[in-house]
């Protein structure tokens, strides 16, 4: 059974910088692809970020040039790096995974974390 579990939220002022953190337990396939998405209050969750098994990477345009997500495979960890944060970050951070591509990115994944939390005051 995947397990994931994430950390690293927090808050930050305007302009500051946060990494996340997504712990993987129980991924036996091969192809498997993780993720992050967002919900802030009173919004829909939404996709931020992805990661494909072979490495390659989808960020959404609103964040492309503040986001960057990573994963390291030794330990089965997913990482987002967030600079330059705004106020119109803050919301709850989930990881998710799948073997369908096509599944996470459309925000049907099989497996999600608990989320955490990202605080951004202007």
């Known amino acids: 059974q995947v397990h994931l579990v994430e950390s690293g939220g927090g808050s930050v002022e305007a302009g500051g910088s946060l990494r996340l953190s997504c712990a993987a337990s129980g991924v036996s396939h091969s192809r498997y692809s993780m993720g992050w998405f967002r919900q802030g209050a009173g919004k829909e969750r939404e996709g931020v970020a992805f990661?494909?098994?072979?490495?390659?990477?989808s960020v959404v345009d609103a964040v492309k040039d503040r986001f960057t997500i990573s994963k390291d495979n030794a330990d089965n960890t997913l990482y987002l790096e967030m600079n330059n944060l705004e106020a119109e970050d803050t919301g709850m951070y989930y990881c998710?995974?799948?073997?369908?591509?096509?599944?996470?990115?459309?925000?049907?994944?099989?497996?999600w974390g608990q989320g955490t939390q990202v605080t951004v005051s202007s």
């Open positions: 990661i494909d098994s072979e490495g390659s990477t």
């Open positions: 998710a995974g799948d073997v369908s591509w096509t599944m996470l990115t459309k925000g049907w994944a099989t497996n």
